[in-house]
Each structure stands twice: as structure tokens, then as C-alpha cells.
């Protein structure tokens, strides 16, 4: 199906445990992001990445790594995740930086840590 | 970094208008307003945006303050489906793109 897509829904890990998230979107668009939303809160901007091989931190970059190999793949990577990563993640794309262009979400993964 | 200030929570009538207020006093001159609501349990979606004049869709209409100090969402009809968190964000052109999410404004819609 077209659109943006993120895998797994539901996560459940440990502390230390590498985890990878997939974003997937099929509209060829540019620009990519990642965001977490805490309890109660609203998004905050982890990476983001204008095109292939360029991605740039956004606020909250510490504990997760990115790449982007492939236009319309951005995984997010926590590398030994902490109790504190417990979040909902956020996967968005948008065609252009210019400001008339939507960032279109995706579903979300529900992330714990025990 | 231009700032936003919004109230926490708003309450509507089913099928009366909404009016959303949204404060970015330090916004630019290039920087468009962009507003995205988040239904419980999904991602946030796009509803509209301007830069210094009204704007409509088929979502909303947002009306833009002429010093561009303040700008206000407005739902024609409230439905239940309406009921969510609404985001005004100052889009900052040179910014690479992103969108810096403040806390929102939380709509409850009555029947």
C-alpha cells in the first residue's frame, strides 16, 4: 500500500538491548524524520534527514543513530536502550523543506523498556 | 527560535464553531504558520498553513493576524471526530525542514 509505513507497532526490550525501528514510505519524498512523543507531551525532533546519506540531529539525538541508504528507508537505531526511550516513535516525510509542504506521519511504534 | 503559546485545553458544542487561538510574537517574515492536530492514538496529520493571508481548506480556515504576531484556527462545525490536540508551529525556513512541536492545545468536543 502506498504511503508511510513503520515497523514493529509494539516493541517490548530490555535495557542495553540494541533495538531498530523502520520507517518506510513509498512517495519518493526528500526529507524524513523521527520523532518521540512521551506520555503526556508533545513531539520532539530526534534526526531527520534531507535526501539519502544526509541526515542532520534534530533535539534530542543522544542514544539513537540513523542512516539512510535508500530514499525511502530511515531506520532509527537505539544502540543500548534505556528505560528512559520509552516512548511512542514517530515516523514522518515531507516532499520539500519549503514551508508550504505537510510532513506526512506514520503510524507510530509504541516503544518500552523494561 | 520563534516561541508559540497556545492554551492547554479548549471545549466545544458538536456542530458549533472553534476558534483556536495560537501567540508566535518572535516569528519572521519568511517563516510560514503551520497547524497539525494528533488524534488520540495516531500520528499528527497536516491541516493547514499560511504565511500572511487568510487561508481555507476543506479542513479549516486560518485567519493570520496583520502583524503576523498571532494567528487562529478556525473549525466552521465541530464534529467528535474534531477531538484532539491541535499544534500551531512556526515553520523556520531555514531549519532544514523541521517542525518544532510545542504542547498544543487539547480540544474536547461535547455532543
Known sequence: DAGITQSPRYKITETGRQVTLMCHQTWSHSYMFWYRQDLGHGLRLIYYSAAADITDKGEVPDGYVVSRSKTENFPLTLESATRSQTSVYFCASSLDRQGYNEQFFGPGTRLTVL | ?111
Open chain 2, 1 to 111: 527560535d520563534a516561541k508559540t503559546t497556545q492554551p492547554n485545553s479548549m471545549e466545544s458544542n458538536e456542530e458549533e464553531p472553534v476558534h483556536l487561538p495560537c501567540n508566535h510574537s518572535t516569528i519572521s517574515g519568511t517563516d510560514y504558520i503551520h497547524w497539525y492536530r494528533q488524534l488520540p492514538s495516531q500520528g499528527p496529520e497536516y491541516v493547514i498553513h499560511g504565511l500572511t493571508s487568510n487561508v481555507n481548506n476543506r479542513m479549516a480556515s486560518l485567519a493570520i493576524a496583520e502583524d503576523r504576531k498571532s494567528s487562529t484556527l478556525i473549525l466552521h462545525r465541530a464534529t467528535l471526530r474534531d477531538a484532539a490536540v491541535y499544534y500551531c508551529i512556526p515553520y523556520i525556513y531555514n531549519q532544514g525542514g523541521k517542525l518544532i512541536f510545542g504542547q498544543g492545545t487539547e480540544l474536547s468536543v461535547k455532543p
